[in-house]
C-alpha cells in the first residue's frame, strides 16, 4: 500500500457494526467502509484494532463468533488491512498524545498507529458514520 493523503484508518468500531443487527443503516455503512478499505486497499489497522475486534466478536456479540468464524475473518478481512505492529516508538507515541490531550492510552494509541501508517484520516463510528474514502 502507498503512503499518502488517500489512506485511511479504520478504527475497531467499524468493524464491530458489520454485524451490529440493531441498526441496519450502521450495519451497512460499516459494511461498506470495510470493502472499501479492502478493495482499494488504502484502509489500514493496527494489531490493536485486531485484538480488540477479536474480543468483541468472541465474547461480546450477542451470537460470539466460533473460532472458526473469527479465523476466517482474522484472514480475509483483519490481516489484509493490519500494517502497524507495536514497537517503543509507537507507544512513546501513544504516551504523548495521551499526555497532551488528556486522552486515554488505548484512544492514543490508535492516534499514534494512525499516524504511523501515515493516515491522515481516522475513520471511527460515533452517532452517524460517514465515508471518507
Known sequence: MR????RVFLDTNIFVYTFDSSSSIKREQARK???????????VISYQVVQEF????????????????AQLYLG???????????????YSHALSIADETGWSF???LIVSSASA????????????ITSHM
Do not use: H, Q
Open 33 to 43: 467502509l470495510v470493502s472499501e478499505a479492502l478493495e482499494s486497499r488504502r484502509g
Open 76 to 90: 480475509r478481512v483483519l490481516m489484509p488491512l493490519c500494517e502497524v505492529f507495536p514497537d517503543a516508538s509507537l
Open 3 to 6: 503512503p499518502g493523503k488517500d
Open 117 to 128: 501508517a501515515d493516515c491522515p484520516v481516522l475513520l471511527r463510528v460515533a452517532a452517524t
Open 106 to 108: 488505548y484512544d492514543s
Open 54 to 69: 477479536l474480543n468483541v466478536a468472541t465474547r461480546k456479540f450477542a451470537k460470539p463468533m466460533t473460532p472458526t468464524e
